[in-house]
């Protein structure tokens, strides 16, 4: 089954398109990634998916249920049991690291011990128990990455999106952190919607890869293929 | 979904607390026996004395705004910033004529620079013709108002300096010293604030009458109050206003053309609390003598008579005897008006940060112009509406006064909110939406928590507001319920100059101390620097 | 943390209300009597007490701001109108109160209490009876030599820019403007205004303030009222008072007496009409009198202190109250004009 299908999804900006036409099916478990220079919509399709902004044309499904159709959000963001690791992370200052996993999991009605069981299992996931009565102005950029994804996995999502997540780290964490996703994507199997404007990072994460422009898609295939059509650097 | 019925009750609750008074004033207006009719408004404008005294409004605010700017943010600044020895004692001294009516503070002038006032003792009879001369006119009116409405522009410079990411600040430091980082990057990112605090002094200082009037220089709002008070005509008194509604209208404008194309960066999770201090050096010292000359002569020197007048025991015997009890319905009606306000204009202040309903621009004006408009129109329009037997429930009950708050300062709480709000990423509202939180959720959880310096900011000015409110109060307080500022008023006429003096004590007392107390309990949970 | 900030702050909601709830005594509405009045709270309000002390009654009142300081009970008596909340107006002079005659808010009470008062001083109709006088007065300053004697010193250029008058467009000043319309008419009355502007006048917002800018030598002499000259005499200030135009050519003191009004469609009648009788009655008239406003009783008979000159031995001017609220009307936009608005 598909996971998540995109249906001639379209999106203007005073009357300027940010995403054209944009058609794509996500199988369940598969690690797409969008990649694009700034501004060639790749962070809208994310957020059009996510339900923040609401597409003027086409519809999306996610786990077969029509979540958007007609330019109407049929489910909203709470509704759709994604997860989202955001660009600037977005982790709530005034709560720990653990504060910002239970969230969610008080938002959806877990009763406390599941609660309990639940966190304790994420930190140990992302090797982070030591930092969960921490708050985020007290963590690394790594660490805090981690707790973002943590966040994330906690409930469980149909699928994960990630908004340039390793964008505003050195190198070496960025490679660190990128096999993280990898170890973690293959150990619980979810579907990951990578976004990216790093080649590099887009051929080690993703299985398969959209090359986007303008708005619409440019290319699409597997790593292998992009990373051919990549033979001669573009200049983004 | 919670959202749209919260927000949309919100709007209701504006309409008819602020929106339908208004309305039965207007159709006032237009209305003469009973037929249409624009009587009200022939002439308004039509005689060269009118577009006088507009001119001499706008030169007022502009002139009192213009100074509260460069004294006010640049006092902030000293005052959040930087390491300034007394920085506490002088933020609470320069609030304190904020917290007193206005034309109480012009009288304190004119004790100080009339021609036997306290100057004339020491200076002679000729310095003093010279400073009384110039105390009756514009200049004596802008020096009034400002030391009285400085504080505005002060207290929310203060507010938003808390609120910069102190990255930005030091990336300008790499390459330049405070002065530089100070104009280029500090103060345009506090500007929404500043611009914030303008509008309120513009705004307030556009309807304000009781201190030109006192001062000899003639303004428009004198349009309105002739109106109610010698011809007992509303619907004149309605259409005077309507200029004064304009210019509101221009000002929003202007405010929302300057602010359009600018974006304020945040101070992100990973910043904390943090705010950079400015290290004044040597220079400390010097600083501070100059902020102090400025506190003594614009706030302890004129109201040193006024204390000095209320020093006998007798005086305050009297004055908590003949006021005690109007001095508890004040904090008390402050206090649940200022909750009301925060409530209400939390909501109000999202829905235009989120344009989460259509008219969100109507809403931001509605208020704006509320708060604009003399509060003897709106408690008029309150009284015509709500004086009815089926909703004495309201009117008879000291509910009508909060409704009257809520009218006329909902502005002040919802503004602050938005600007609140821009320091607030999207992205942390939209992370607890995608993890499952409904929006009333996301909103106690998540919001409400980051924004929470905003709110205490936004509930303390309210207070002060609420607290000093004598326009409309003093048309809709229930008989026997008057309040502190109402009954000062009235003792004032003939009332022994002591006394007077002693009652202002008292306000200003009972304004600072909740304040200062409310003040200690949200620094120690962090909510305020 | 952010539960209890919530929650502080509901609890000062609710122990808000409490007070607020609490400060409301439960009062029997049979005993209450609801009063606005424009006579000064210092004066009027020992009056009401003594009321409630005799009675048994409550009275819950309603005073008023010098006139142009804010607007005030008029404006909320005559929004009130459809459904009014108060029982009794107290007016400090008599043509407002005819202002809520015509506007049909006052209803017909002769109380027995009003009596032994001249008719002169009540609306013969029934709607307002007069009491307890001010007279209209010059405070001076002691440093003065040469006191003026006549309201005609304002255009009398020996004393150009020493005088101040209050704004006459709000309070016993503006009565006083109507007076000498209906005395002297239009034309006459109009041409002493623009001399008076010739001369310097200055514009004070109240009768207290002129009294208060005279004292501090900011001005010589003022057209004020005697109550406000008693009250600051009283307090030490460097005045004295002079009733104008006592001479045979004179034009007379104009006196002002305050009024009371029973108010159309009143809850508490009864008690409205006990509060009126007790407002009229010569004990009232007394304390006035001995009180710092220093009022003039229009009964006969009634003890007075040494400084308040009996009505008897005043030259009073003879003017309808009537005639002087409708003129008051009349020269209201001219008033505003001359004023400057």
């Given at each position: 089954m598909?996971?998540?299908?995109?249906?001639?999804?379209?999106?203007?900006?005073?009357g300027?398109p940010?995403?054209?036409?944009?058609?794509?099916?996500?199988?369940?478990g598969?690690?797409?990634?969008?990649?694009?220079?700034?501004?060639?919509g790749?962070?809208?399709?994310?957020?059009l998916l996510?339900?923040?902004?609401?597409?003027?044309?086409?519809?999306?499904?996610?786990?077969?249920?029509?979540?958007?159709?007609?330019?109407?959000?049929?489910?909203?963001?709470?509704?759709?049991?994604?997860?989202?690791?955001?660009?600037?992370?977005?982790?709530?200052?005034?709560?720990?690291?653990?504060g910002?996993?239970e969230?969610?999991?008080?938002?959806?009605g877990v009763?406390?011990?599941?609660?309990?069981?639940?966190?304790?299992d994420?930190?140990?996931?992302?090797?982070?128990e030591?930092y969960?009565?921490?708050?985020?102005?007290?963590?690394?950029?790594?660490q805090?990455?981690?707790?973002?994804?943590?966040?994330?996995?906690?409930?469980?999502?149909?699928?994960?999106?990630m908004?340039?997540?390793?964008?505003?780290?050195d190198?070496?964490?960025?490679?660190?952190?990128?096999?993280e996703?990898?170890?973690?994507?293959?150990?619980?199997?979810?579907?990951?919607?990578?976004?990216?404007?790093?080649?590099?990072?887009?051929f080690?994460?993703?299985?398969?890869?959209?090359?986007?422009?303008?708005?619409?898609?440019?290319?699409?295939?597997p790593?292998?293929?992009?990373?051919?059509?990549?033979?001669?650097?573009?200049?983004? | 979904?919670?959202?749209?019925?919260?927000?949309?009750?919100?709007?209701?609750?504006?309409?008819?607390?602020g929106?339908?008074p208004?309305?039965?004033?207007?159709?006032?207006?237009v209305?003469?026996?009973?037929?249409?009719?624009?009587?009200?408004?022939?002439?308004?404008?039509?005689?060269?004395?009118?577009?006088?005294?507009?001119?001499?409004?706008?030169?007022?605010?502009?002139?009192?705004?213009?100074f509260?700017?460069?004294?006010?943010?640049?006092l902030g600044?000293?005052l959040?910033?930087?390491?300034?020895?007394?920085?506490?004692?002088?933020?609470?001294?320069?609030?304190?004529?904020?917290?007193?009516?206005?034309?109480?503070?012009?009288?304190?002038?004119?004790?100080?620079?009339?021609?036997?006032?306290?100057?004339?003792?020491?200076?002679g009879e000729?310095?003093?013709?010279?400073?009384?001369?110039?105390?009756?006119?514009?200049?004596?009116?802008v020096?009034v108002?400002?030391s009285?409405?400085?504080?505005?522009?002060m207290?929310?410079?203060?507010?938003?300096?808390k609120?910069?990411?102190?990255?930005?600040?030091?990336?300008?430091?790499?390459?330049?010293?405070?002065?530089?980082?100070?104009?280029?990057?500090?103060?345009?990112?506090i500007?929404?604030?500043?611009?914030l605090?303008?509008?309120?002094?513009?705004?307030?200082?556009?309807g304000e009458?009781?201190?030109?009037?006192?001062?000899?220089?003639?303004?428009?709002?004198?349009?309105?109050?002739?109106?109610?008070s010698?011809?007992?005509?509303?619907?004149?008194?309605?259409?005077?206003?309507?200029?004064l509604?304009?210019?509101?209208?221009?000002a929003?404008?202007?405010?929302?053309?300057?602010?359009?194309?600018?974006?304020?960066?945040?101070?992100?999770?990973?910043?904390?609390?943090?705010?950079?201090?400015?290290?004044?050096?040597?220079?400390?010292?010097?600083?501070?003598?100059?902020?102090g000359?400025?506190?003594?002569?614009?706030v302890?020197?004129?109201?040193?008579?006024?204390?000095?007048q209320?020093?006998?025991?007798?005086?305050?015997a009297?004055?908590?005897?003949?006021?005690g009890?109007?001095?508890?319905?004040?904090?008390?009606?402050a206090?649940?008006?200022?909750?009301?306000?925060i409530?209400?204009?939390?909501?109000?202040?999202?829905?235009i940060?989120?344009?989460?309903?259509?008219?969100?621009?109507?809403?931001?004006?509605?208020?704006?112009?509320?708060?604009?408009?003399?509060?003897t129109?709106?408690?008029?329009?309150?009284?015509?509406l709500?004086?009815?037997?089926?909703?004495n429930?309201?009117?008879?009950?000291?509910?009508?006064?909060?409704?009257?708050?809520?009218?006329q300062?909902?502005?002040?709480?919802?503004r602050v909110?938005v600007?609140?709000?821009t320091?607030?990423?999207?992205?942390?509202?939209?992370?607890?939406q995608?993890?499952?939180?409904?929006?009333?959720?996301?909103?106690g959880?998540?919001?409400?928590?980051?924004?929470?310096?905003?709110?205490?900011?936004?509930w303390?000015?309210a207070?002060?507001?609420?607290?000093?409110?004598?326009?409309?109060?003093?048309?809709?307080?229930?008989?026997?319920?008057?309040?502190?500022p109402v009954?000062?008023?009235?003792?004032?006429?003939n009332g022994?100059?002591?006394?007077?003096?002693?009652?202002?004590v008292?306000?200003?007392?009972?304004?600072?101390l909740?304040?200062?107390?409310l003040?200690?309990?949200?620094?120690s949970?962090?909510?305020?620097? | 943390?952010?539960?209890?900030?919530?929650?502080?702050?509901?609890?000062?909601?609710i122990?808000?209300?409490?007070i607020?709830?609490?400060?409301?005594?439960?009062?029997?509405d049979?005993?209450?009597?609801v009063v606005?009045?424009?006579?000064?709270?210092?004066?009027?309000?020992?009056v009401l007490?003594?009321?409630?002390?005799?009675?048994?009654?409550k009275?819950?009142?309603?005073?008023?701001?010098?006139e142009?300081?804010?607007t005030?009970?008029?404006?909320?008596?005559i929004?009130?109108?459809?459904?009014?909340?108060?029982?009794?107006f107290?007016?400090?002079?008599?043509v407002?109160?005819?202002?809520?005659?015509?506007?049909?808010?006052?209803?017909?009470?002769?109380?027995?209490?009003?009596?032994?008062?001249?008719?002169?001083?009540?609306?013969?109709?029934?709607?307002?009876?007069?009491?307890?006088?001010?007279?209209?007065?010059?405070?001076?300053?002691?440093?003065?030599?040469?006191?003026?004697?006549?309201?005609?010193?304002?255009?009398?250029?020996?004393?150009?820019?020493?005088?101040?008058?209050?704004?006459?467009?709000?309070?016993?000043?503006?009565?006083?403007?109507a007076?000498?319309?209906?005395?002297?008419?239009?034309?006459?009355?109009?041409?002493?205004?623009?001399?008076?502007?010739k001369?310097?006048?200055?514009?004070?917002?109240?009768?207290g303030?002129?009294?208060?800018?005279?004292?501090?030598?900011?001005?010589e002499?003022?057209?004020?009222?005697?109550?406000d000259?008693?009250?600051?005499?009283?307090?030490g200030?460097?005045?004295?008072?002079?009733?104008?135009?006592?001479?045979?050519?004179?034009?007379?003191?104009?006196?002002?007496?305050?009024?009371?009004?029973?108010?159309?469609?009143?809850?508490?009648p009864?008690n409205?009409?006990?509060?009126?009788?007790?407002?009229?009655s010569k004990?009232?008239?007394?304390?006035?009198?001995?009180?710092d406003?220093?009022?003039i009783?229009?009964?006969?008979?009634?003890?007075t202190?040494?400084?308040?000159?009996?009505i008897?031995?005043?030259k009073?001017?003879k003017?309808?109250?009537s005639?002087?609220?409708?003129k008051?009307?009349?020269i209201?936009?001219?008033l505003?004009?001359?004023?400057?608005?």
């Open positions: 598909k996971s998540i299908v995109f249906k001639s999804i379209s999106k203007l900006y005073a300027k940010a995403v054209l036409e944009f058609s794509l099916e996500i199988p369940r598969q690690r797409l990634v969008i990649l694009g220079p700034s501004g060639c790749k962070t809208t399709v994310l957020r996510a339900g923040f902004i609401t597409p003027d044309k086409g519809s999306i499904e996610i786990g077969g249920q029509v979540v958007v159709k007609d330019g109407k959000n049929l489910k909203e963001p709470e509704e759709r049991q994604l997860g989202m690791v955001f660009q600037d992370l977005a982790l709530w200052p005034h709560l720990t690291a653990k910002n996993l969230f969610g999991l008080k938002a959806q009763p406390a011990s599941k609660r309990k069981q639940e966190i304790a994420v930190l140990r996931l992302m090797h982070i030591k969960a009565n921490a708050k985020p102005s007290q963590l690394s950029g790594g805090q990455q981690r707790v973002a994804l943590a966040r994330a996995l906690i409930l469980k999502p149909k699928a994960l999106l908004d340039e997540p390793l964008s505003s780290l190198l070496e964490l960025s490679l660190k952190l990128r096999k996703i990898l170890r973690l994507q293959k150990e619980i199997g979810f579907t990951l919607l990578y976004v990216t404007h790093n080649r590099e990072e887009a080690e994460i993703g299985s398969r890869v959209v090359v986007m422009s303008h708005g619409k898609i440019e290319r699409i295939g790593v292998d293929h992009i990373r051919q059509y990549f033979k001669q650097p573009p200049q983004f | 979904m919670a959202k749209k019925p919260v927000l949309i009750s919100i709007v209701v609750v504006l309409a008819v607390i929106l339908l208004l309305l039965v004033m207007f159709l006032r207006s209305t003469v026996e009973g037929h249409f009719s624009f009587a009200a408004y022939e002439g308004l404008l039509a005689s060269k004395n009118k577009w006088i005294l507009l001119k001499h409004s706008l030169t007022l605010s502009f002139l009192t705004t213009l509260c700017a460069i004294i006010g943010v640049p600044i000293l959040a910033k930087t390491d300034m020895p007394f920085r506490g004692i002088f933020v609470v001294i320069f609030t304190i004529p904020l917290l007193i009516a206005p034309y109480i503070m012009a009288v304190s002038w004119f004790n100080l620079l009339g021609r036997e006032g306290l100057l004339a003792r020491f200076w000729r310095t003093a013709a010279v400073t009384s001369e110039f105390l009756f006119g514009l200049p004596g009116c020096l108002l400002f009285t409405y400085m504080p505005v522009v207290l929310l410079t203060i507010t938003f300096l609120t910069i990411n102190p990255r930005l600040e030091e990336a300008g430091k790499i390459v330049s010293g405070w002065p530089g980082v100070l104009k280029g990057i500090t103060i345009p990112l500007m929404p604030g500043i611009l605090s303008c509008l309120l002094v513009f705004l307030l200082t556009l009458f009781g201190v030109p009037m006192f001062l000899r220089y003639n303004v428009f709002p004198v349009e309105t109050f002739t109106q109610f010698a011809f007992y005509d509303f619907g004149a008194a309605t259409a005077g206003a309507i200029p509604a304009l210019i509101t209208a221009l929003i404008l202007f405010e929302r053309i300057f602010l359009r194309k600018k974006t304020y960066q945040v101070k992100l999770a990973s910043e904390g609390n943090r705010t950079i201090v400015i290290c004044l050096g040597r220079f400390r010292k010097w600083f501070a003598i100059s902020v000359i400025l506190c003594f002569f614009m302890i020197l004129p109201l040193l008579l006024l204390v000095l209320s020093m006998s025991f007798n005086a305050y009297r004055g908590v005897d003949l006021a009890d109007s001095l508890i319905r004040s904090l008390s009606y206090a649940i008006g200022a909750s009301m306000l409530a209400i204009g939390f909501f109000c202040g999202y829905l940060h989120n344009r989460s309903l259509f008219l969100w621009r109507s809403m931001d004006s509605l208020t704006v112009f509320l708060f604009a408009l003399p509060g129109l709106i408690g008029i329009g309150l009284v015509l709500w004086n009815r037997p089926a909703t429930f309201v009117y008879a009950t000291p509910i009508i006064i909060i409704f009257g708050y809520i009218a300062y909902t502005a002040l709480t919802s909110t600007s609140m709000l320091q607030i990423p999207a992205s942390m509202e939209e992370a607890a995608i993890v499952g939180a409904g929006w009333l959720r996301r909103i959880s998540i919001v409400c928590p980051l924004a929470k310096r905003g709110l205490v900011a936004g303390l000015i207070y002060i507001f609420c607290l000093r409110d004598m326009g409309i109060s003093m048309l809709v307080y229930p008989p026997g319920h008057d309040t502190l009954r000062t008023f009235t003792l004032m006429a022994p100059a002591d006394l007077i003096a002693a009652l202002c008292i306000m200003v007392l009972a304004t600072l909740p304040l200062g107390i003040t200690v309990v949200f620094r949970r962090g909510l305020t620097e | 943390m952010n539960k209890n900030l919530l929650l502080s702050l509901f609890l000062t909601v122990v808000s209300i409490v607020v709830l609490g400060c409301r005594k439960a009062t029997d049979s005993q209450i009597v606005y009045t424009s006579e000064d709270q210092v004066f009027s309000e020992p007490r003594d009321f409630e002390k005799e009675t048994g009654i009275v819950k009142a309603v005073f008023d701001t010098e142009a300081k804010s005030g009970v008029m404006n909320r008596l929004a009130e109108k459809d459904n009014p909340q108060a029982d009794v107290w007016a400090n002079e008599p407002r109160a005819e202002v809520l005659k015509q506007k049909g808010i006052a209803a017909v009470y002769r109380s027995p209490s009003g009596r032994g008062i001249p008719d002169v001083h009540k609306d013969p109709e029934g709607y307002w009876t007069g009491f307890s006088a001010r007279a209209r007065v010059f405070v001076v300053n002691k440093k003065v030599e040469n006191k003026p004697a006549s309201i005609l010193a304002y255009t009398d250029p020996h004393w150009n820019g020493k005088g101040v008058i209050a704004n006459p467009l709000f309070g016993t000043t503006t009565v006083e403007m007076a000498l319309f209906t005395l002297w008419g239009d034309d006459k009355a109009k041409a002493f205004m623009e001399d008076m502007k001369n310097n006048v200055g514009i004070s917002t109240s009768n303030e002129s009294t208060d800018f005279v004292a501090s030598g900011q001005y002499f003022s057209l004020v009222d005697s109550d000259a008693v009250s600051r005499i009283r307090q200030k460097s005045i004295e008072m002079v009733y104008p135009d006592q001479g045979e050519d004179g034009v007379g003191c104009l006196i002002v007496p305050n009024a009371t009004v029973l108010i159309k469609g009143a809850k508490h009864d409205a009409k006990r509060l009126i009788d007790y407002l009229l004990a009232t008239e007394r304390k006035l009198a001995f009180a406003c220093a009022q009783p229009l009964h006969q008979g009634v003890e202190p040494a400084e308040v000159k009996p008897e031995e005043i009073v001017m003017v309808n109250y005639e002087v609220a409708k008051m009307q009349e209201q936009p001219y505003k004009q001359w004023v400057g608005f």
